[in-house]
């Protein structure tokens, strides 16, 4: 039975992954959509509960007046129906009722709803551009998600369920006290605007503080995960007070929040206790006053005073459901403004996937900037790159080596110009069949903190066994990979490499990265400063088998020690964008321009900083 309410909704629903609204009701019905009939059924139910609720009172009431007027010889024969009656909506309907509702709210709402707005959070997440992640702790990031979904799940379902059930259920207590006289509904009357005043000053003084309050969580946790992430870099610079004070900066803030909040609470509550106890008072005098001129029975007034205890114990309960309604609203407000931000590099409509036969680039007068229309980054660069064709990369930081790289695999859009490969714009094609076709191995090698398996099959998930040992084999990793271990017993293939690969050295994790790549074979490879992280004897025993990786492909490979990329077909000079000088290491060097006195310059094959200001020298004379 479990199993069947649990499946009436799903998880992981398989929607189309879509930009959420960036408006409140929109939003919330963005990832409710799938669970409004649920959601519906349990109101139902809720305004039954209330209904049956309210009746009870007033089967109190009657008893109270049946033991009045009878004996206990008459009591059954007159009223016996009418006591079954009210044991059976006691002992059978009631339980039933409340049992679907249990039902429906724990095993199909509360874990598959705010589970399925992570998954659709998480799915548009990582469809974001590079930017996105670049502008935010990643961190914080991650609490915006888990926060979000429980605070729409809590906005929704308090709406549907506890609105409905409050209604109902104040309705139905006004028809009953209607019933018994008109007068008893005064102070009734009287508490409730006085109590929806109250409601009305203070919860928007509660969301405020509650959106306030989840922008500082989500700053403290993003805060304090940044300094775990970057744990050796702490260490290293022996900052951990500086960290400690800069966490403690955001805890601070957001205890201020927090007592902000309770402050509100305290007074708060304090003001519907003091209507609670008017309306008991006025109640009880109004009702034995009414009694003493035979207005009303005794039943009547048991039923007005236990509506009156009643409603001092509900009222406590709708506030601070109210409250935490308004507060989830804050928290949806604030994670609505990180979630629902558009993706700033999409796929056109009905975009094909990039076909690679020979693996021919061309930039065409290509300008991009970083934001900054006045900072020159790239500036109507054209050249191209024939199939097959190893091109090296020179210039200093800042040049625009990296920033042609990342135009390549699209992580940003041009604002002028196309690239193209195999003459397919790429702008016009599918982002994953694009990067899919080029294998990238990087100076910074980041690992999922996953085994060494899950990591290198990253490079193709349905490789075999005998295929992933040729890949690490030929990248000279499988000697070290066997010799691993983790503290949770893992050997070999399956040891955890730890978050971003923290437990390997600069070395292994370039290995593991080119044996990631090798296992890829795909058309393109990018080889940005891709031995930087070995010792010369490694990187020698591995040169050979990146010559084999590169055969047969079109290459781009970046460097700052020019001896490693001397050998490419062509290697081109860039300096702010712009292409100084291009051809063979032995043509530039005959040439005698920029190039030849960066190599004349260059101690051990690397390219300093005083190489970088002979660069700028050579471009200006």
């Known amino acids: 039975m479990f199993k069947f309410f649990e499946g009436l909704t799903s998880a992981f629903p398989k929607d189309k992954v879509e930009t959420p609204p960036n408006t409140l009701f929109a939003f919330c019905m963005h990832y409710s959509r799938d669970f409004l009939l649920p959601i519906l059924f349990m109101s139902l139910l809720s305004a039954g509960i209330a209904i049956i609720e309210v009746s009870l009172m007033s089967f109190m009431g009657s008893i109270v007046d049946m033991l009045s007027t009878h004996t206990p010889e008459t009591l059954w024969a007159a009223e016996g129906s009418r006591i079954i009656g009210m044991g059976l909506v006691i002992i059978v309907v009631i339980p039933v009722i409340g049992f679907l509702h249990s039902m429906i709210m724990h095993q199909t709402l509360l874990g598959n709803f ?142 201020k929040t927090v007592y902000a909040q309770m402050r509100m609470a305290t007074v708060f509550l304090f003001s519907i206790d003091m209507l609670n106890y008017l309306l008991l008072f006025s109640v009880a005098a109004l009702s034995i006053g009414l009694w003493m001129n035979s207005m009303i029975t005794v039943g009547a007034i048991a039923v007005a005073i236990s509506l009156a205890l009643r409603i001092q114990g509900m009222s406590k309960w709708i506030m601070w459901e109210i409250s935490a309604i308004f507060e989830n609203i804050g928290t949806v407000v604030d994670g609505m403004n990180t979630l629902s931000k558009p993706v700033t590099t999409q796929d056109v409509d009905n975009a094909p996937a990039l076909e690679v036969q020979n693996g021919g680039i061309e930039f065409d007068h290509v300008k991009f900037h970083y934001g900054e229309k006045d900072k020159g980054v790239i500036d109507d660069l054209h050249f191209n790159i024939k199939p097959g064709e190893k091109v090296g990369l020179v210039g200093r930081s800042g040049a625009g080596k990296s920033t042609l790289v990342n135009l390549l695999l699209r992580f940003y859009d041009l604002e002028s110009g196309t690239i193209r490969i195999d003459g397919q714009d790429i702008s016009k094609v599918k982002q994953d069949s694009l990067r899919g076709k080029i294998g990238m191995i990087t100076q910074d090698t980041s690992l999922l903190h996953r085994s060494i398996r899950e990591n290198i099959l990253y490079g193709r998930p349905d490789a075999t066994e005998a295929e992933l040992l040729a890949a690490t084999t030929q990248a000279h990793a499988h000697e070290f990979i066997a010799d691993l271990t983790d503290t949770f017993g893992n050997v070999g293939y399956d040891a955890q490499v730890g978050e971003r690969g923290v437990k390997l050295s600069g070395g292994q994790r370039q290995r593991i990265a080119i044996s990631r790549v090798l296992l890829k074979d795909a058309p393109i490879l990018i080889m940005d400063e891709a031995t930087s992280a070995l010792d010369s004897e490694v990187e020698a025993a591995i040169q050979e088998s990146l010559y084999e990786l590169m055969e047969g492909k079109t290459v781009i490979a970046i460097a700052h020690r020019l001896s490693t990329i001397a050998a490419m077909d062509r290697l081109i000079v860039l300096d702010k964008g712009q292409i100084l000088e291009q051809g063979s290491h032995q043509e530039l060097i005959a040439q005698g321009g920029v190039y030849a006195q960066l190599w004349a310059h260059q101690t051990g094959g690397f390219l300093g900083s005083d190489e970088a200001d002979s660069l700028e020298d050579a471009k200006v004379s």
């Open 114 to 255: 705010p589970m399925s707005i992570r998954w659709l959070a998480h799915r548009y997440l990582l469809n974001q551009s590079v930017t996105f992640y670049q502008d935010d702790f990643a961190g914080r990031i991650a609490t915006k998600v888990m926060q979000t979904s429980l605070a729409i799940r809590e906005t929704v379902m308090k709406f549907a369920d506890m609105l409905v059930y409050i209604t109902v259920y104040f309705v139905s207590m006004f028809v009953l006290m209607a019933q018994a006289d008109l007068w008893l509904m005064v102070p009734m009357v009287i508490w409730l605007v006085a109590y929806v005043l109250t409601q009305v000053y203070f919860v928007p003084k509660m969301k405020r503080i509650a959106t306030a309050q989840a922008d500082a969580r989500s700053l403290m946790t993003g805060r304090i995960v940044d300094s775990y992430t970057n744990i050796a870099t702490v260490k290293l610079f022996s900052h951990t007070n500086r960290e400690t004070e800069y966490a403690e900066k955001s805890m601070q803030s957001f205890l």
